[in-house]
C-alpha cells in the first residue's frame, strides 16, 4: 500500500518496453517495401540515362563532319566579303566598262555574272548547310537538356534513398547487431542444377551468397535485387536490363509448376522486387540494405508472377 502512495505522490512512471525485435523487423519491412521501388525506377532512369548518353554521342558524331563542312564554306563565303571590300569587284567592273569593244564587253559581262552566280550559290550552300545542321541538332540539343535534368534528379534521388538506408540500417543494428537473422544457405544451392545457360545463371547467383547489397550494384562485390539476377543470367548468355519490372518483360511466362531452377520470381504488384528460384520452394535474392545475398522460401512475400529469361 505504502508502495503503491509512494508511485502516486511522486509520479514516477514505469519504463516503456523496448521494441522486440519481431516489431523492428516488422517496421524494417514497411519501410523497404516503400524504399525498394523508388530504388528499381533509379535504376530504370539511370539505365535510360546511359542509353539516351549513346544516342547524344551517335547524334553528336553525324553533326561534326557537317560542322566542318560549313566552316570550309563560311571561309569561302568570307574570302568573296574581303575581296569586295578591297574593291577588287569593283575595279574589275569598271576595267570591263571601259572596254570598247561591244563583244568583248558582252562576253566579259557575262563572266562577271557567272562569277556572281557561283557567289550566290555559294553563299546558298552555307545557308542550306546551317539548316540542315540545326534540324540535326535540335534533337540532339533536347536530349542534353533532359539529360542534365535527369542526372540532377538522380543525384537528388540518390541522397534521399541513401539517408532511407541509413535510418534502417540503425534499426536493423539494434535488433541484430552486426550480425544476420539466420542463416544465409539453409538448404542446397541450387536443389538440382538444370544445365546450359539456367545452370551457369544460377550457380552463379548460388556463388554470390554472403555478398553484400548496394542499392544500385550489379556485381561483382555487391549486388541489389535486379542487379543480381541481371549478372547471373550474364553468365549464361542473357542481357538483361537493371530492373525488376523490366526484366519480367523480357522473360517468358511460365506456371508455378514448370518453376526450374535459374528462373526468376517476381514479387509485389508493383514489380519493385526478384530473385532467383533454385529448387525446393527456395530463391536466392539479394534482399534489402545490411542484409547479404541469401536463400529465403520462395512464397515468404507477395509473388507476382515467374520468368524465364532466354
Known amino acids: 500500500m505504502l508502495a503503491s502512495a509512494a508511485v502516486l505522490f511522486t509520479g514516477t512512471t514505469p519504463a516503456l518496453a523496448e521494441p522486440s525485435v519481431a516489431e523492428i523487423e516488422e517496421q524494417i519491412d514497411v519501410a523497404w517495401r516503400k524504399l525498394e521501388p523508388v530504388i528499381e525506377k533509379?535504376?530504370?532512369?539511370?539505365?535510360?540515362?546511359?542509353?539516351?548518353?549513346?544516342?547524344?554521342?551517335?547524334?553528336?558524331?553525324?553533326?561534326?563532319?557537317?560542322?566542318?563542312?560549313?566552316?570550309?564554306?563560311?571561309?569561302?563565303?568570307?574570302?568573296?566579303?574581303?575581296?569586295?571590300?578591297?574593291?577588287?569587284?569593283?575595279?574589275?567592273?569598271?576595267?570591263?566598262?571601259?572596254?570598247?569593244?561591244?563583244?568583248a564587253l558582252v562576253g566579259q559581262l557575262s563572266v562577271l555574272d557567272q562569277f556572281a552566280r557561283q557567289q550566290q550559290r555559294e553563299v546558298q550552300a552555307v545557308v542550306d548547310l546551317k539548316n540542315k545542321l540545326a534540324a540535326q541538332k535540335a534533337p540532339l540539343d533536347r536530349l542534353v537538356s533532359q539529360l542534365t535534368k535527369t542526372e540532377k534528379e538522380l543525384a537528388a534521388k540518390k541522397k534521399e534513398i541513401d539517408a532511407e538506408i541509413d535510418k534502417l540500417q540503425e534499426l536493423r543494428i539494434k535488433a541484430y547487431g552486426n550480425g544476420s537473422a539466420g542463416p544465409?544457405?539453409?538448404?542446397?544451392?541450387?536443389?538440382?542444377?538444370?544445365?546450359?545457360?539456367?545452370?551457369?545463371?544460377?550457380?552463379?547467383?548460388?556463388?554470390?551468397?554472403?555478398?553484400?547489397?548496394?542499392?544500385?550494384?550489379?556485381?561483382?562485390?555487391?549486388?541489389?535485387?535486379?542487379?543480381?539476377?541481371?549478372?547471373?543470367?550474364?553468365?549464361?548468355?542473357?542481357?538483361?536490363?537493371?530492373n525488376a519490372r523490366a526484366q519480367r518483360g523480357q522473360t517468358s511466362r511460365i506456371s508455378r509448376s514448370a518453376l526450374r531452377p535459374g528462373d526468376l520470381v517476381f514479387y509485389y504488384a508493383d514489380l519493385s522486387h526478384v530473385g532467383m528460384y533454385v529448387g525446393d520452394g527456395w530463391i536466392v535474392h539479394a534482399s534489402r540494405a545490411g542484409e547479404p545475398i541469401k536463400m529465403k522460401r520462395m512464397d515468404d512475400g507477395q509473388i507476382h508472377s515467374f520468368g524465364r529469361p532466354g
Open 184 to 242: 544465409l544457405r539453409p538448404a542446397p544451392c541450387p536443389s538440382t542444377y538444370p544445365g546450359g545457360g539456367a545452370g551457369k545463371a544460377v550457380k552463379f547467383a548460388c556463388a554470390q551468397i554472403g555478398k553484400p547489397y548496394s542499392w544500385g550494384a550489379a556485381g561483382p562485390g555487391a549486388y541489389d535485387c535486379s542487379g543480381l539476377t541481371l549478372a547471373a543470367w550474364r553468365q549464361g548468355g542473357v542481357s538483361l536490363p537493371h
Open 42 to 103: 533509379h535504376n530504370s532512369t539511370r539505365q535510360d540515362l546511359t542509353a539516351k548518353k549513346k544516342q547524344a554521342a551517335a547524334l553528336q558524331k553525324k553533326i561534326a563532319p557537317l560542322q566542318s563542312r560549313i566552316d570550309a564554306a563560311m571561309d569561302r563565303v568570307s574570302d568573296f566579303a574581303v575581296q569586295a571590300y578591297k574593291g577588287d569587284k569593283a575595279s574589275t567592273f569598271n576595267a570591263l566598262l571601259s572596254n570598247k569593244s561591244p563583244a
